[in-house]
């Protein structure tokens, strides 16, 4: 693949490695000396001798080895001549750090026209300017230029995330980092210059340590072929994309009433719908939605929500929840409520939402799974811990996990509460099973899971109509053309 | 294909004199050409013509004021719906384009449509759009109250297909009433879907249309019938 220098670069070059250590490029070098990675890195510097103690070479053509990766961090009217070196060295991939291009003023969109003409037809691909780059935690690959103190760097993870934005892609590295949420890759775009969010879509869709991808953008510069390669994307995994500076406004002086009342967040809304790409419209819900449908399988055919709790009020808040995106509660078949009724205490009322009352222990909570996992008129399970109670002990965790291995169908737990309940959000997250502090968020996830598995459905659908030729569609499309 | 070549042809037409939309006859002429459904209809130039013409198409006609200069006819009394008889025509006519003089005496009318008078059922708007980011899109939404109160509208990026056109219904909040409430009957799903498939074709083949209502589209159980069509070509020339 053209990417993979990008990611798994053997030799790597960093240019503008400095010793001040509040300088970007220090900060990046030294990622690659003391992280785990692999390959070889050098400083690239010409007023220096040595960068934590490594021999400097003054430019990319004086570095003694081929190049897969060279990560640019000196001053935007520096970066042309940089990139002329890196070609005629036959670099193969390019970060170019820097800010100061499009983002600023005319001189620096100049420069970029500049760097896009010198590439053109070469094999050199770039991302970036105006990026924070990529992390890449099975390779080691961190070009983030901000300290680890700062921005911990999360674990290897399912996760794949590109964001326009690198302040936005940073905080949230950070936020999943402190919530023990894996990442497969991250990178940030930033102008754009070459590699887009088309090029890593296309990338992304092949990688298997990747099982679901997000993306924040603002601009998406190839709309069609951003459509193109993300239904292409949604057939494999999930794509769940947030998409900012969309506007509900239509244009006003519009000629027509159409016109007037396409808002570019309505277009939007309909074309990712198409393609099976999965619409989040808040920061919570882009990650939200990420671990349910990275870590949780899909339902089958029946897609109707049982939910299990014991706490009565959280059990009333999702049913309300539910009905309100339009989703189904299950109706537990007669076999489930006999066996809830054998296994339930006498004052717990055996329907759904299952309220297992507050006294409810790990035992109660594993039969209650174990009966509602087996009917056939559930599809998807809510369970709803609230761990306050002293009946209940952190092997509920296991009754969950167990749960779902053993039935396969996908599980959502709400839970909220301080440390004792933090300990066992972690230990679920470790499991791949999605917790959320509220009911509304828990549900919410369910319904991302259940729209991408109708968009799935609606995949196939089309690939049969099309496979059964339309010619029989055209047939009934042709007929009467003016009313009697 | 013949029919897109005429389609062209009315295209390049109206772009050579300059209009930067299509007469009413024009637009139909599209839609029809696309197989998309509308009132039987006549252009008319003097009273007599137009009493003789209601003769194929027979009462209750609607007549419309054909005008480059005017492009929201109701706007300018430019519109008389359920004219059902001879003399009513004759009256209504007369009015209809004094009173556009009246109130419009700049434009030039060229003619006038009168078109076959179509039962009330419900209604629906279905448009096309290029969008700056995803190029020709279709639109669906429930017709009045829906549309202008709620806002509630939904796009599909173009080319769509039946799958596509079918979800774009029912991603609508109102599109419940097309199932047949209050004791009518289902209305006519596959002829919406036709209509939208077809006004994605329109938009995918003639890229000098920029934007188009067919506004209202009225629904029946067994039809669909468009009685209002609207072809944007630019939105910088005078109209």
Known sequence: ?484 | MLEMKECELIIQKALREERSSLLIDEAYRICNLHHIPTPKFQVVIRLHEAVEKVNEIRYPVALKIISPQILHKSDVGGVVLNVGNEKDLRTEYEKLVAEVNRREPSAKITGVLVEKMMVPSTEVIVGGIRDSQFGPAVMFGMGGMFTEVYDDVAFRVAPIDRVDALNLIHGLKGSKVLEGIRGKPPADLDSVINVLTNVSDLMMEHDAITQLDLNPVIVYSDAVCAVDSRIILSETGDI
């Not at chain 1, 006498?346 to 759904?352: D, F, G």
């Open chain 1, 1 to 484: 693949m053209d990417l993979d220098p990008f990611f798994k670069p053997k030799s790597v070059a960093v240019i503008g490695a400095s010793r001040e250590p509040r300088k970007f490029g220090h900060v990046i070098f030294k990622n690659f000396v003391e992280s785990e990675f692999k390959g070889k890195a050098y400083p690239v510097n010409p007023k220096a001798e040595s960068i934590l103690g490594l021999k400097t070479y003054p430019s990319v053509k004086e570095v003694p080895s081929e190049l897969d990766l060279a990560v640019i961090a000196v001053p935007a009217p520096m970066v042309p001549p940089i990139i002329d070196e890196c070609l005629s060295k036959d670099v193969k991939a390019a970060i170019i750090i820097s800010g100061g291009f499009k983002e600023a003023d005319e001189k620096g969109e100049e420069l970029e026209l500049e760097i896009r003409e010198k590439i053109r037809d070469s094999g050199l691909r770039i991302i970036g300017p105006n990026c924070i780059g990529v992390y890449d935690p099975t390779s080691h690959i961190d070009t983030l230029f901000l300290p680890r103190y700062r921005l911990r760097r999360p674990k290897q993870g399912p996760i794949a995330f590109i964001s326009q934005s690198g302040a936005f892609g940073s905080a949230v590295l950070d936020w999943a980092a402190s919530q023990d949420i894996g990442i497969s890759k991250f990178i940030s775009i930033g102008n754009k210059i070459d590699v887009d969010e088309v090029d890593l879509l296309d990338y992304l869709v092949d990688d298997s340590l990747t099982k679901c991808i997000t993306v924040y953008v603002e601009s998406i510069s190839r709309g069609r072929e951003f459509l193109e390669a993300s239904s292409r994307v949604a057939k494999n995994k999930p794509l769940i994309v947030l998409k900012g500076g969309v506007t509900n406004e239509g244009a006003s002086a519009s000629l027509s009433h159409t016109g007037s009342l396409a808002g570019s967040a309505k277009v939007c809304a309909g074309a990712f719908k198409q393609a099976g790409v999965v619409q989040a419209q808040t920061v919570d819900e882009l990650l939200d939605y990420a671990r349910t449908l990275a870590y949780q399988p899909l339902p089958k055919d029946q897609k109707d929500i049982a939910i299990v709790t014991n706490g009565g009020g959280f059990g009333v808040i999702s049913t309300d929840e539910a009905s309100g995106l339009g989703l189904k509660l299950a109706k537990f078949n007669p076999e489930t409520v006999r066996t809830l009724r054998e296994k339930l205490p006498e004052y717990a009322t055996v329907h759904n939402p299952l309220d297992l009352v507050g006294d409810a222990d790990v035992e109660r909570y594993r039969s209650a799974l174990g009966a509602v996992s087996s009917d056939p008129n559930v599809g998807i399970i809510l369970v709803i811990v609230l761990l306050q109670t002293s009946f209940i002990e952190s092997d509920v965790v296991d009754a969950i996990t167990e749960s779902q291995v053993t039935y396969g169908k996908p599980t959502v737990v709400c839970t909220i509460g301080g440390e004792f309940t933090q300990i066992l959000v972690k230990m679920l997250e470790e499991n791949r099973i999605p917790s959320y502090p509220t009911p509304e968020r828990a549900v919410n996830a369910i319904n991302a899971l259940i729209q991408y598995a109708k968009a799935l459905e609606d995949i196939n659908k089309k690939q049969q109509l099309n496979e059964r030729g339309t010619a029989q569609a055209d047939r009934v499309t042709k007929r009467n053309t003016t009313c009697r």
